[in-house]
């Protein structure tokens, strides 16, 4: 029995040691990637790990997302996806192992077997145990585990895709509240501006130095006031449900300082950082290399199951009709089997699958490059934003200086009876407006802030004990 046993296992170490493996080996395509960004004026250290949020010293900000990351449910559906691909990959990795079960059982009767009349009674005790391995000839049980692999290094990148987007959105709606904030003050301020004008037209009116369409006026600019400002704070509620399911919470209004509007964030210096760097840094890049990884090893378990694949099972027990002297060499039972099953005639049926299979690949190749194409354009895109709409902000800063200036003078020439006025009504109007688009555009400068980091592949960590699946 030990000779057989172990010439079982020679002969199985021998096979599995001959054993190829079919497909092809995945390798991340090479991409053109430029030497620079049109509008980088900087190469930096890479960002993938920085927590940037924190540099715009503002603690509701990150006290925001904090809560997001800790309550989120997208982010928490992301993170259970993780865990249902590691135990896949626990499964199907298995396979690879010789499965060893057990058996006993016991019985009494007077049947005879395959006939159901009564005869002489018989007893039957039985233990055994039993051992079935596939030998892995072409290497399908390996892709197949490499596949599952691929496709949990995947999730994890998944997940940190859904972390990079789900904190740039914190903070964009975040700026977009403190920019609301700063309209709903500045229609305020107007508002109450242009009541008190009306009460003072009206008081003219009355006394007959001014005439009727002046009242008229002033009351259309007090009412547009009124409606802009009402417009703003339902933006503004808008925005607060939200930010509140982003936080994982019924939605409602958002504690924030209302002394710190956008004005006041502190501006941190960006620096972009090298075009290639962008493969090691994006999540979604590294997401759409796993994907492809799995997808190569599907060709190869394709590949594979068109030749023949052996199974080799043995059994070793005791048996025997007497309980007495059960354990016993006398009632020692064993056998062993090798049986090879293979394809002879499918009518292409396992062609066609590995076809399938290699066009899915190139399915997956194309979006690869696409996530990459797109990644620097992103990228490039944010630095044109930040760039631009430095300028804008300081023309905006400008407009509203000069408009004030305007609405001022024209004021008193009113008031000295130099002009009509329809020329305050035009001065205060570009005043508002001035007001309300610098205030937008400079909440629009830090978002493009923002979307540079996320554009970067910043804001994750790359913790490699998650990442990395265990090995047996």
Do not use: H
């Not at 940037?52 to 006290?63: I, K, P, R």
């Not at 977009?176 to 309209?183: A, C, F, I, Q, V």
């Not at 020692?332 to 499918?346: E, M, R, T, Y």
């Amino acid at each position: 029995m030990r000779r057989v046993c172990r010439s079982l296992l020679i002969s199985t170490a021998t096979v599995i040691l001959a054993s190829c493996t079919m497909g092809p080996d995945y390798k991340r395509p090479e991409v053109p990637v430029p030497d620079t960004f049109r509008s980088s004026t900087a190469n930096g250290e890479s960002i993938a790990n920085l927590e940037w949020w924190e540099l715009f010293d503002d603690a509701d900000l990150v006290d925001l997302i904090e809560m997001a990351l800790a309550n989120n449910r997208e982010l928490a559906i992301a993170t259970a996806r993780i865990e249902e691909a590691r135990a896949s990959l626990g499964f199907v990795r298995a396979d690879q192992f010789p499965n060893l079960g057990g058996s006993a059982g016991a019985s009494r009767g007077n049947q005879i077997p395959g006939i159901g009349v009564p005869g002489g009674v018989n007893d039957s005790f039985v233990l055994a145990a039993d051992l079935s391995f596939e030998v892995d000839l072409w290497g399908k049980l390996r892709r197949s585990t490499e596949a599952a692999r691929a496709e949990l290094l995947s999730t994890v990148e998944a997940r940190n895709v859904v972390t990079i987007t789900l904190i740039a959105d914190v903070a964009s709606i975040y700026l977009l509240l403190l920019d609301l904030d700063d309209r709903v003050e500045i229609a305020e301020r107007t508002r109450q501006t242009r009541e008190d004008a009306l009460r003072l037209i009206e008081a003219r009116f009355d006394r007959g130095t001014v005439p009727l369409i002046d009242v008229n006026q002033a009351q259309i600019e007090l009412a547009d006031a009124i409606a802009e400002k009402a417009a703003l704070e339902r933006q503004r509620g808008l925005a607060e449900n939200s930010l509140s399911v982003l936080l994982g919470r019924n939605p409602g209004p958002i504690q924030r300082s209302l002394d710190n509007p956008v004005s006041a964030l502190k501006i941190p210096a960006i620096p972009a950082g090298l075009p290639s760097e962008l493969l090691e840094r994006r999540p979604d890049i590294r997401q759409a290399s796993q994907e492809l990884a799995a997808q190569t090893a599907r060709i190869g378990v394709a590949e594979a199951l068109r030749f023949p694949s052996l199974s080799l099972t043995g059994s070793l027990g005791l048996a025997s009709d007497d309980l007495n002297g059960f354990i016993s060499s006398d009632n020692k039972v064993w056998g062993i089997s090798a049986n090879l099953l293979g394809p002879l005639f499918d009518a292409g049926r396992n062609r066609s699958r590995v076809e399938a299979e290699r066009a899915r690949t190139e399915q997956l190749l194309g979006t690869y490059q696409l996530t990459v194409l797109r990644s620097f354009q992103e990228v490039d895109d944010a630095l044109i934003e930040i760039s631009t709409y430095r300028q804008e902000a300081e023309a905006r800063e400008a407009q509203v200086r000069a408009a004030s200036s305007a609405a001022m003078l024209s004021r008193a020439r009113y008031d000295g009876g130099v002009t009509s006025y329809l020329e305050v009504l035009e001065s205060e109007r570009s005043l508002f407006r001035a007001e309300l688009l610098a205030s937008s555009t400079r909440r629009a400068q830090v978002v493009s802030i923002v979307g540079l980091y996320k554009a970067l592949g910043g804001g994750w960590v790359n913790d490699a004990s998650e990442a990395e699946p265990d090995t047996p």
